[in-house]
Nanobody, 118 residues
Framework: VQLQASGGGLVQPGGSLRLSCTASGPIYEINRMGWYRQAPGKQRESVANIGDRIDYADSVKGRFTISRDNTLKLVYLEMNSLNPEDTAVYFC???????????????WGQGTLVTVSS
């Protein structure tokens, strides 16, 4: 299973970006998809996750919106009102099951850099 993220880049404070992530491979079922981020010198943190419910980090509530296309195994993160504290490498995440196998697996994308700077 592979996750391919895209959409990162350089944006000015107050700007917007949209991240996308596609999961590919023999996925039978997806439980949750989401986004994490890791800023320089900091631990990786959860930004937003979507499954039976949607969860957001307090720091992004009201600014970021996560959505999902189950058929295409896509997850999006719409980021608005970006500020320099949002600068980080963003990683997409999926919790999935494989055809013919029991149990749930965790998958991670390669990361896409978001830089918010004037």
């Amino acid at each position: 299973v592979q996750l391919q993220a895209s959409g990162g880049g350089l944006v000015q404070p107050g700007g917007s970006l949209r991240l996308s992530c596609t999961a590919s491979g023999p996925i039978y079922e997806i439980n949750r998809m989401g986004w994490y981020r890791q800023a320089p010198g900091k631990q990786r943190e959860s930004v937003a996750n979507i499954g039976d419910r949607i969860d957001y980090a307090d720091s992004v509530k009201g600014r970021f919106t996560i959505s999902r296309d189950n058929t295409l195994k896509l997850v999006y993160l719409e980021m608005n009102s970006l500020n320099p504290e949002d600068t980080a490498v963003y990683f997409c995440y999926v919790k999935y099951r494989l055809y013919g196998r029991r149990g749930w697996y965790d998958g991670w994308g390669q990361g896409t850099l978001v830089t918010v700077s004037s």
